[in-house]
């Protein structure tokens, strides 16, 4: 008898299909729970803390004060211990300017919260100075959520890679879905199956329906999201998405702009001449980002980003930090394709570079991703024990003798005597 090659085919991608899902089904629930919860996380986080992060202007002409007298007031609330290296300003005049600190702790730290010996904000009024709030993101609900999301709340190096492998794993279980999903002929039931939940039918064939059909629905989505989160997991998946974009095996090519300490800096204080020079320069921009210099020779790195919920397009000035001249710049319009996907996979993996509609179907999206191990598990376990109610019967001889019919002619005897 002929082998059925496309039989042993199917029934490979149907074993790897659930024996990958049963490996790395809890890894995919939690990732796309905590998914779910995080898309929305700078909206909700807007609302509970509105007295922190929005200002009420003053009448008439609002003018804010320098930049150095703002950080000076953020690094009073924080503590000489902490110094401010990350300030936020906005277009906006109805936003508090956020000042952080953050400090890496122990690299060898088995949890999130060990690998953090500090991570702390202020929020102060720009116009008066007054400190508007602070927040400790290391027990910040959003920042545990996506500590969770991004190495099962794990230190990085012992988190990361089980959920880069689950969310490879998880591409592979898309893959082989679909394949299992098109269905074997293009009748109009047969469409009705691969297209349509059937929402009135018993348990088990809804269950069937939601894994199949939402499955499909949510593919595309679901595969962009789960490529974009090996991207911050793996470096050569990475590299691997920089090389496709530009057809080059080059890494990227970053400015390097150094400060000097034998610059000469005049009545104003070099912090506060960067700011106003980068205003500016990207004065269409809705939020600044101000990184301050790690080192005697670093510069004070300006970035501006035209949305305020967005980081991809920003463009970025470098000033020295000595005297607050004008170094360089680095355009977004001036960089390849594969520098500006790189820039983008964070909008794309929240769904935010679609704005609230990308936001809401990357939600949704998400949340179907959570319930696929748990509806295929379902099947499964369906399956399995229907399995073992068929072997029992086949082992148990009296089952075997009360499901086979009598003969007729047998049952007339039976019944004359």
């Known amino acids: 008898m002929p082998v059925n090659k496309k039989s042993k085919i199917n029934n ?36 509970v803390r509105h007295d922190a992060y929005y200002v009420t202007p003053p009448a008439g002409h609002a003018v804010v004060l320098p930049v150095s007298e703002l950080k000076k007031s953020a690094q009073k609330a924080l503590g000489a211990d902490k110094p401010v290296q990350y300030i936020t300003a906005y277009n906006d005049p109805d936003r508090a300017w956020e000042f952080m600190s953050y400090k890496p702790g122990n690299p060898k730290a088995l949890t999130y919260s ?62 082989t879905g679909f394949i299992m999903w098109i269905p074997k002929r293009w009748t109009k039931a047969e469409k009705n199956k691969a297209f349509k939940v059937k929402w009135t039918a018993k348990f088990k064939r809804l269950n069937y329906d939601l ?57 104003i204080v070099p912090l506060d001449k960067a700011y106003m020079a980068g205003r500016v320069r990207f004065p269409q921009a809705a939020r600044y980002l101000l990184i301050m210099p790690a080192t005697d020779k670093a510069a004070i790195n300006f970035v501006a980003y035209p949305k ?36 983008m996979k964070y909008d794309i993996h929240v769904g935010s570079i679609a704005g609230l509609p990308g936001k809401i179907i990357a939600f949704l999206v998400s949340l179907v991703c959570a319930s696929l191990p ?22 148990n001889p009296k089952l075997q003798a009360e499901r086979i019919p009598a003969p007729k002619k047998l049952v007339a005897l039976v019944d004359v005597e």
């Open 211 to 267: 894994h199949n059909i939402l499955g499909f629905y949510t593919l595309i989505v679901a595969l962009i999201l789960a490529f974009t989160g090996m991207m911050y997991a793996f470096q050569w998946f990475n590299k691997a998405v920089y090389a496709t974009a530009t057809l080059s095996a080059s890494a990227p090519v970053y400015p390097d702009f150094s400060s000097g300490p034998g610059a000469v800096a005049d009545n």
């Open 12 to 47: 490979l991608i149907t074993w790897l299909h659930l024996w990958l899902g049963l490996v790395s089904g809890i890894v995919v629930v939690i990732v796309s729970i905590t998914g779910c919860l995080f898309v929305f996380q700078q909206e909700i986080s807007d609302w």
């Open 374 to 395: 748990v509806t295929g598990f379902i099947i499964w376990w369906g399956r399995k024990k229907k399995k073992g109610k068929k072997k029992a019967g086949k082992a």
């Open 114 to 175: 060990g690998s953090i010996d500090y991570y702390q904000s202020v929020f102060v009024n720009p116009y008066t100075g007054a400190v508007t709030g602070k927040v400790d993101y290391t027990h910040d609900f959003f920042v545990i959520v996506k500590a969770i999301h991004w190495s099962l709340y794990l230190s990085n190096q012992y988190g990361q890679p089980i959920v880069g492998w689950g969310t490879l794993i998880f591409v592979l279980i898309l893959i």
């Open 308 to 343: 305020a919920g967005v980081y991809y397009a920003s463009d970025a000035a470098y000033y020295d930090q000595y005297s607050g001249k004008f170094l360089g710049e680095s355009l977004c319009k001036n960089e390849n394709n594969g520098q500006k996907l790189l820039d």
